[in-house]
């Protein structure tokens, strides 16, 4: 809900960086939106448990984030973006969840809950990912995604270019046209879904060069799943870890570079 209101207020940006969210030390924040009379900006206080909204002319509303119906909660959120002379539409149907699940917002009276607990914690593990995320992405001299949170797929995610266009992939829809327009190596940290149903760092390859599923990379726990086309490295290896950091880092760089030279990356012209 959040996220569309950022995606009908800014201008596209190339593979859909106008689209996510940004972790902050309290939450997660759409960062600053142009309307007709200003700047606004909207953010979840995940420690607080509410939703802010504040514009440039130092006007503010602030809703909380408690259990209540989906719908209830959309016609807040847009009644106070009206009160405060930001006028927005937006298309209300949810993205990337199954059919079953998918209720236009205003309609939704099925989906009710929050656990402030489970939100919270959710967040500071984003928090930590976003730290290692940011030193991972720092020594990258090509073209690289910030790090950032792709509300749809629920996943942080950063990614490095080569700097040369992907093949045309007539077959696909333009949402995905436009997200792999140019060859890339992403990592990131997805809580998992029916097909993995785990929280878990993955790191991929669009387009995948030949032989990449079967690269040896590291820690051992990490593994390539066919289906995802993902190497992933369960959370919980990375949590239990003596090391957390050097050991998601050890996954971030062999994965990546497994990318880079199998798919022939100039890397001595994109590394540091």
Not at 125 to 150: M, Q, T, Y
Not at 154 to 168: M, Q
Request: glycine fraction near 4%; aromatic fraction near 14%.
């Amino acid at each position: 809900m959040v996220g569309k209101v950022r995606l009908a207020l800014t201008p596209l940006v190339n593979h859909w960086w106008n689209v996510p969210l940004y972790v902050t030390a309290r939450g997660l924040t759409t960062s600053v939106m142009p309307y007709d009379h200003g700047d606004v900006e909207i953010w979840f206080d995940f420690i607080d448990h509410s939703l802010k909204i504040e514009t440039s002319d130092g006007s503010r509303k602030e809703l909380a984030l408690k259990p209540q119906t989906v719908a209830e909660f959309y016609r807040l959120v847009m009644a106070a973006l009206s009160e405060l002379g930001v006028e927005v539409k937006i298309w209300t149907m949810p993205c990337e969840l199954p059919p079953e699940e998918t209720i236009p917002f205003e309609k939704d009276d099925k989906h009710k809950s929050y656990d402030p607990a489970a939100a919270q914690k959710f967040w500071r593990i984003l928090v930590w990912a976003d730290e290692v995320l940011k030193e991972f992405r720092a020594p990258f001299l090509g073209k690289a995604s910030p790090v950032h949170f792709f509300w749809g797929s629920f996943d942080l995610a950063v990614t490095r270019f080569s700097g040369r266009r992907a093949p045309e992939r007539p077959d696909v829809d333009p949402i995905t046209r436009e997200a792999y327009s140019h060859e890339v190596s992403s990592a990131g940290f997805w809580p998992g879904d029916p097909r993995y149903p785990n929280p878990a760092f993955y790191s991929y390859a669009a387009p995948e060069p030949e032989g990449f599923a079967a690269s040896s990379v590291r820690p051992k726990a990490a593994f390539y799943h066919p289906e995802l086309k993902n190497f992933l490295l369960p959370f919980d290896d990375v949590r239990n870890a003596e090391a957390p950091k050097p050991l998601l880092m050890e996954f971030l760089q062999s994965t990546y570079e497994a990318a880079a030279n199998l798919g022939k990356w100039d890397r001595k012209a994109l590394e540091r």
